[in-house]
């Protein structure tokens, strides 16, 4: 990729989506008909409008199950959530004026980047000539106008990502919210992008909720960030002066940037064990 900036002029769109204020109260979680353990359990959190919001935490957290309730893909077991003081428990997550930004980046495979991006306002029963000028306006943005007409198996990850965040963008959401949007990145695009999106956030000022097990991404990201363990909230507080409790804990468990990601992490390790120390792939 050669460049990623991500330049932000005056969107045409006039229906510019403010930034909401999220409030979750009391919020648990159980998979298996409310009849299994508690993956999210009593989490009690105001997010402010326009904040930058990371939950931080080792796998099996429940981070990505607290997005999926704000977004609107699980139902709450117990609790509410309000955006702006209006109740979203119900909604489906097309009727919440919300966007999310996956891992595996979810684009449609068999659509070209331009109708990749264009998916949202189609819903919308936007008008043609508008669709055409936001869509244009969000690939100029993401420097992705060359690659319009591609598919996205003709896209590096990096602009394949980069075209994930410009479908989200183009919906003017009130909340935006990433889970693990890096992950698949090498190190070095994962710092770049990062800065991108926290540089794209602070222009935008939309409200942004963050999942990462990257501690350093969390840091550099975020506003505040809330530390999960076994579906609680361990502690919350601003990346600096708050959080060395946290970090102590966090050592131990987590990932730093420059490291593996997780699953080769794994590997490796199974590896090295394996091999007897050769760094050679056991054989089978
Ligand atoms: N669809 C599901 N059905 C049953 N249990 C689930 C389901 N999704 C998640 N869980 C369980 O809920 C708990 C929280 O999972 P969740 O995916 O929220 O964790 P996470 O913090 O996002 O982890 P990771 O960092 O690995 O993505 C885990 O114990 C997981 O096994
Ligand atoms: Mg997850």
Redesign the pocket.
Known sequence: MTNTTLETKSSPNTNTGEAGSLQLTGISKS??GGN??L??DNINLQIKSGEFLTLL??????????LRMIAGFENPTAGELTLDGEDMIGLTPDKRPMAMVFQSYALFPHMSVYDNVAYGLKLLKMGKKQIEQEVNFALTSMSLLAFADRSPNQLSGGQQQRVALARALVMKPKVLLFD?PLSNLDAKLRVQMRTEIRRLQQKLGITSVY?T?DQDEAMSLSDRIVV?RH?KIEQLAPPRGGLPAAGVGLRGGFHRTGQLPRRRWFHCARYRRDSHGTGQRPRR
């Open positions: 998979y298996g299994g353990p993956a999210v935490g080792p796998s099996g957290c429940g981070k990505t199950t607290t693990e999942v097990h999960m579906g």
